[in-house]
């Protein structure tokens, strides 16, 4: 597995995973149905954003997209989103890309990482963020719809890097 910096040729790959996890309603609340261009407009961020795509061959497997946090006085605080393809879950490619994002962080000088909206009932993630140094600073109660189990708390995660 590689991970690299996304292109525009890399949406066609990465629009059908995205669209499957946010129409799953488990861990993500971008609007359901949206479009490959509404979809492509919010993932596909221009800088300071950066967009990256774990492949391995020509297969996208997933991919991730990082940045400040907010921007001006807050923009020392990184933050990163995540989409693995859901048929290669298991595979290490989160993992992969959140350890990219972390080393990312650093040699672009941000003094941390805020994950704003880790849904608490997605354990894989949170495992996943307290195994690479992440820590849940608060929980938002009630502040996701999950398809499945209804209002659920959203974790701000947070790693000092």
Known sequence: MEIREATEQDWPAIYPFWSAIVEAGETY?????????DARGWWMEPEPGHVVVAVDGDAVLGSAKMGPNRPGRGSHIATGSFMVDPAVHGRGVGRALGGYVIDWARRE?????????????????????KSLG????TTIPEAFDSAS????GLHVMYQKL
């Open 134 to 137: 992440f820590a849940v600073m």
């Open 149 to 152: 189990e209804g209002l659920v």
């Open 109 to 129: 000088g941000y003094r941390g990482i805020q994950f704003n909206a880790v849904v608490e009932s997605n354990a894989a993630a949170v495992h996943l963020w």
């Open 29 to 37: 609340a971008y609007p359901l149905g949206a479009s490959s261009e």
